[in-house]
């Protein structure tokens, strides 16, 4: 059995996607939105969940870094990994959201869902 890593992303910017390594790597913070009913109460309610990005694809990266501003609506395919190392003699774990796939929206895309 083929098993698979895949982890969809569809959100907002929360500021310009940043460049690193000569434009080579991107990273971009997205907002998601969460809603739900309290059980209890009955009361609708509602989060925001963020999540970090990274773009490791050079030409995917550079064209985020030139052109993903804050606000705008965006779409990813990733996969999740992690990861460790050494820092100051403390082993430090960590996960990251690696984008294969990463698209800027149009308003009309961004919203196609929502109540």
């Known amino acids: 059995m083929r098993s ?16 690193f390594d000569g434009g080579k790597v991107a990273k971009v ?6 809603v739900w009913t309290d059980r209890k109460s009955g009361e609708r309610k509602e989060a925001t969940d963020w999540v970090t990005i990274t773009i490791l694809n050079e030409k995917i990266a550079k064209w985020a870094a030139e052109n993903v501003r804050k606000g705008d609506p965006v779409y990813a395919e990733c996969r999740v990994a992690e990861r460790n190392y050494e820092k100051d ?3 430090i774990y960590t996960t990251d959201i690696i984008a294969s796939v990463f698209d800027r929206l149009a308003p009309s895309q961004a919203g196609a869902d929502e109540d």
């Open 29 to 34: 913070s997205v907002a998601t939105n969460r």
């Open 89 to 91: 003699g403390k082993t």
């Open 4 to 19: 698979t890593n895949l982890f969809i992303v569809r959100g907002y910017t929360g500021a310009d996607a940043k460049g």
